[in-house]
């Protein structure tokens, strides 16, 4: 089995990276992101794929520049560089390392850039997928050498992002074994979509909205940033209704399950659970028997 290197950083490339420790693949050296503060104390926080390389008993490299190693990289004489949600910019000087393979969590060129996984599932996409493409410089504009698809529908950010990675560490190890002969196409960047970062405000929503496009932002922010209203209320679990009402009221109570239905502008979101700001998390009944809301009332 061939020397890699591998280079991620979130879930998704935590998940690959552990298919492929398992599989026997020799991994060289993991280089992922340096701790960042986190929560409200500002604690050092690991990228998922170090704890996951510490599990595995794998060396680990988290440079601030990623050409800061370069020397150190070339020392390790990899036969290929494997790239999953990284989150730098690979110069020329670590492509001329070794060839360079990204595992991109769309079907390019959909959704380039850092958010394919959210994209999908905000465009209410039924299939989506993973390209396995020769890494450039410009962004996600490589040649492809392979693709797998991937139901989306009904997924939500972390089943999603799970099922992709599962399936993209096969699509990988395959290539690994028959990498001479794989073949690489031009993507056609005329088809090309860009999908940015996604920040915390991406997920305020309000009830103006239809009830799909709510469902679907919490399928896409589920975890994080998650769903809030300006309030600060985050809705945890969901789900769209074909009812009717004024858009923000209250138009139904089910006191047995705790849940409480509003309407959106077209449609209506069924909420089983929420969390007021600075609070624990609680069911919807709770949260408006302390508000003495009722049936008619605005939810905010």
């Excluded at 701790?35 to 008993?57: F, H, Q, Y």
């Excluded at 680990?60 to 520049?65: C, D, E, S």
Aim: charged share 25%.
């Amino acid at each position: 089995m061939r020397r890699i290197i591998f280079m991620g950083a979130p879930k998704y490339a935590a998940i690959i990276l552990e298919d492929l420790a398992n599989s026997g693949v020799e991994i060289a050296l993991v280089v992922t992101q340096e701790d960042k503060p986190s929560g409200r104390n500002r604690t050092l926080s690991a990228p998922i794929v170090k704890e996951t390389a510490l599990k595995l008993s794998l060396p680990i490299a988290q440079p601030r520049k990623l050409d800061d190693i370069a020397n150190d990289l070339a020392a390790l004489k990899p036969d290929l560089i494997v790239v999953a949600a990284y989150g730098q910019m690979i110069s020329d000087q670590i492509l001329a390392i070794a060839p360079c393979l990204n595992l991109h969590a769309s079907l390019l060129p959909k959704y380039r850039g850092a958010s394919p996984i959210q994209a999908a599932l905000l465009n209410g996409d039924q299939l989506t997928g993973l390209t396995l493409m020769r890494v450039r410089k410009a962004l996600d504009s490589g040649e492809i050498a392979g693709f797998s698809l991937v139901k989306s529908s009904r997924r939500n950010l972390e089943t999603l992002t799970i099922a992709l990675a599962k399936t993209g560490a096969k699509l990988i190890l395959n290539a690994l074994k028959r990498y001479e002969t794989l073949e690489f196409t031009p993507q056609n960047s005329c088809d090309a979509s860009l999908v940015k970062k996604v920040k915390k405000e991406d997920g305020l929503i309000d009830f103006n909205r239809s009830a799909l496009a709510i469902d679907r932002a919490f399928r896409a922010y589920y975890g994080w940033p998650g769903v809030y209203l300006e309030s600060g209320l985050t809705l945890l679990d969901l789900e769209a209704l074909n009812a009717q009402g004024e858009a923000g009221t209250i138009i139904a109570i089910d006191k047995p399950n705790g849940a409480v239905t509003v309407a959106c502008k077209e449609g209506a979101v069924r909420i089983a659970r929420a969390r007021p700001s600075g609070k624990n998390a609680m069911s919807a009944l709770d949260y408006i028997n302390g508000r003495r809301l009722k049936v008619g009332d605005l939810l905010s």
